[in-house]
């Protein structure tokens, strides 16, 4: 009887534990940026860093791979897309604009990510800080 009895306490600590931790993600994410927040870009391909921009004004970072693979970035001063691609599905296309004000509502937060050419787009929120439910590059 005993034994049931610290099962049942454990097991609602633990739901308890995951119920503060999912409100306090729900609550971060909410979170409107810091208005002087530093605005950057970061492209990373294969994992690697490729380069970093500032948003501002409006400009192009081109990709070019040795496989033929070319992806291009657009960037201005309200955040970054992806332009075009060589890869067949153009997911990363239609993935569209991310913003300071919209990454909470986008289903990878502060990426764009394409796969078949293996090219992450990063908005940099604060400068040394990433999004932490950005996946790992």
């Known amino acids: 009887m005993r034994k049931n009895k610290n099962l049942l306490v454990v097991a609602a600590l633990c739901v308890m534990a995951l119920a503060v931790l999912g409100l306090a993600l729900l609550l ?3 979170d409107p940026p810091a208005p002087d927040a530093s605005r950057a870009v970061r ?5 690697e ?8 004004d409006k400009q192009e970072i081109t990709v070019r791979q040795e496989d033929g693979q070319v992806n291009v970035i657009g960037l201005d001063g309200e955040g970054v897309w992806m332009e075009s691609s060589t890869c067949r599905n153009q997911l990363c296309v ?6 300071p004000e919209n990454y909470a509502d986008r289903f990878y937060g502060t990426n764009i990510i394409c796969l078949p050419n293996r ?4 908005l ?14």
């Open 94 to 99: 239609q993935q569209g604009k991310v913003t």
């Open 28 to 30: 971060r994410k909410n």
């Open 119 to 122: 090219v992450t787009v990063e």
């Open 43 to 47: 492209v990373y391909v294969n994992g």
């Open 124 to 137: 940099v929120l604060n400068e040394g800080e990433r999004d932490p439910d950005a996946p790992d590059i």
């Open 49 to 56: 860093l490729y380069t970093t921009a500032r948003l501002g």
